[in-house]
């Protein structure tokens, strides 16, 4: 449920409070509120990947063979989409390169 001052992370799908977000960053005239610097950090890298109008989809969407992992809980990786179960905050499809995510660990 939306508050007054609560948004939802275009990366992780989290609802932030915008007054208390651990950032936040302009893009195309309108402001995005993250729930950490880290989810900040991958929109700011390439904003329209996170950006899903109607009837488009997104870069990341579902493929076969993604995995998912959760931005705060890098540990917890699954075949499907779906929440954290340390957290509950979305998981983030990342791409697996030789047995690495992007980060370099896995």
Request: hydrophobic residues 25%.
């Amino acid at each position: 449920m939306n508050h007054p001052h609560e948004v939802t992370d275009p990366v992780c799908g989290m609802e932030v409070n915008a007054d208390s977000a651990a950032g936040s960053y302009e893009h195309d005239g309108r402001t995005y509120f993250f729930c950490s610097r880290h989810c900040l950090e991958k929109f700011r890298s390439d904003p329209e990947s996170f950006l899903k109008r109607p009837g488009e989809s997104k870069k990341e969407d579902v493929q076969a063979g993604s995995e998912y992992s959760c931005p705060m809980h890098p540990e917890v990786v699954s075949s499907v989409p779906g929440a954290c179960p340390k957290c509950g905050m979305a998981g983030a499809p990342y791409h697996i390169r030789r047995g690495r995510d992007q980060s370099g660990t896995r």
